[in-house]
């Protein structure tokens, strides 16, 4: 009995030992196939993850290479100030490439200068002789007449040559009595005929003093009919005008001594009056003498006056690069006064030469100069500094700096200059 107790226990605790044994196996090989698993899963997740991040990475790498391409065909600048811009770009943005021409541009020549008396219709007054002034008749900016009197003086030499006519004067009565006689005398048979000759010969004598005494009175600026029924008071000598005009200066004082060399007034006629102008050395080739002008002056903006071209200067001043002309304007009222600023708008000769011109738009201002946005391929532009001259209808010559044939940006221009400045910048900031 005992020993099927011990043997029963025996069995049971060999079950109880083998079934312990074999969850023991059972559960160390699940958690290890549970580990594998949740390692596994812990590397498809980071596979996951890397791959999602590897699309995310190529994804900004495309993006920012988009980017980057789109700033290689937009806004790359190359040395020299050069912008890049794709064939694509610049339809989008309405830059249009065309080739440097010439072409004949209509319009005028603007030019500045200031407004002239006419020196050609400008006195110098002086006296004829020396004298003290005694009387001054017309002042500083007066209207006067051709021979009006301006000023009187008291002249010894005057005096004299009044004597002389006066004496003058008396010896041909005489000599015009006497050969009336001496005619009566013959006709008489009293005296003899070469009494009459010799008496004739003593008339045209005196004669001829009297004529020679008149025109020195004359060229002293006295004219004969005041000596006619002279009372030989003292005489005075009078400073007239010689054309009709304005006074413009003056500098007769009354007690002063006067002398030929010394100016006492000068009379200007402004009736017309000139126009100084400087043209630029580059336009001398589209103007002419004759050509047509018209001249506005900043104290009456809404008129115009109308006048030629009467003189070109020869020589170029060399601190400006410009050269004198001279426009005639005829001046009603006196409107245009001497040392006025002007403004000159010439017209051009129908036949003026082609000359190198872009579109207005087409020009930019950076760091104060004119630019062009000149390009060589097509998709590459450089800034080239250029010099402009006259503008007409919307088109600008070109002076220097362009070639024709070069091609630029003749529209779209201001993007390219957008464009220029924003690589600046960036530049500026890396």
């Known amino acids: 009995m005992n020993k099927k107790i011990i043997i029963i226990v025996i069995i049971l605790v060999v079950a109880l030992g083998g079934g312990f044994l074999y969850r023991s196996i059972n559960s160390k090989s699940g958690g290890e196939e549970h580990a594998e698993k949740i390692e596994v899963g812990h590397k498809d997740e ?181 000596l006619e029924g002279s009372n030989r008071k003292k005489p005075l000598l009078p400073v007239r005008s010689p054309i009709s005009g304005v006074i413009t200066e003056k500098h007769a004082i009354v007690g002063e001594l006067s002398d030929p060399s010394k100016s006492l007034y000068t009379v200007a006629d402004l009736s017309s009056v000139w126009v100084m102008v400087d043209i630029n050395e580059n336009d001398l080739a589209k103007i002419s003498k004759g050509q047509n002008a018209i001249v506005i002056i900043g104290a009456y903006p809404n008129l115009k006056f109308r006048g030629r071209i009467n003189h070109i200067a020869d020589a170029v001043d060399q601190a400006t690069r410009t050269v004198k002309a001279r426009i005639e304007v005829a001046n009603p009222g006196r409107m245009l006064k001497p040392e006025m600023f002007a403004t000159a708008e010439l017209a051009l000769k129908g036949d003026a030469p082609p000359v190198l011109a872009v579109p207005e738009d087409a020009l930019q201002e950076l760091e104060g100069k004119k630019v062009l946005f000149v390009t060589d391929n097509g998709t590459e532009f450089k800034v080239r500094p250029v010099e402009a001259g006259r503008a007409a209808h919307g088109m600008v010559e070109i002076v220097s700096g362009l070639k024709e044939g070069e091609r630029y940006a003749i529209k779209g221009s201001f993007m390219l200059k957008a464009e220029q400045k924003k690589g600046e910048l960036e530049g500026h900031n890396h």
Not at 153 to 161: C, F, P, R, Y
């Open 46 to 226: 980071k596979a996951v993850e890397h791959t999602e991040a590897g699309h995310k990475d190529e994804k900004e790498g495309e993006e920012h290479k988009d980017e980057k391409g789109g700033h290689e065909g937009h806004d790359e600048h190359g040395e020299e100030g050069g912008i890049k811009m794709t064939a694509e770009v610049q339809k989008q943005n309405g830059v249009v490439i065309a080739p440097a021409k010439k072409q004949r541009l209509g319009g005028v020549i603007n030019a500045t200068g200031k407004v002239e008396a006419n020196a050609d219709r400008i006195a110098h007054v002086s006296p004829r002789i020396s004298g003290k002034i005694v009387a001054v008749i017309a002042s500083l900016g007066d209207s006067v007449s051709a021979g009006q009197s301006l000023a009187t003086l008291d002249s010894v030499e005057l005096g004299e040559a009044l004597g002389r006519y006066h004496q003058s004067k008396t010896k041909l009565g005489l000599a015009q009595s006497n050969m009336d006689r001496i005619k009566g005398l013959v006709e008489k048979k009293i005296a003899a005929r070469k009494d009459i000759l010799l008496a004739e010969t003593d008339f045209k004598s005196a004669e001829a003093e009297l004529h020679t005494d008149e025109e020195r009175l004359s060229l002293y600026g006295v004219p004969m009919a005041e």
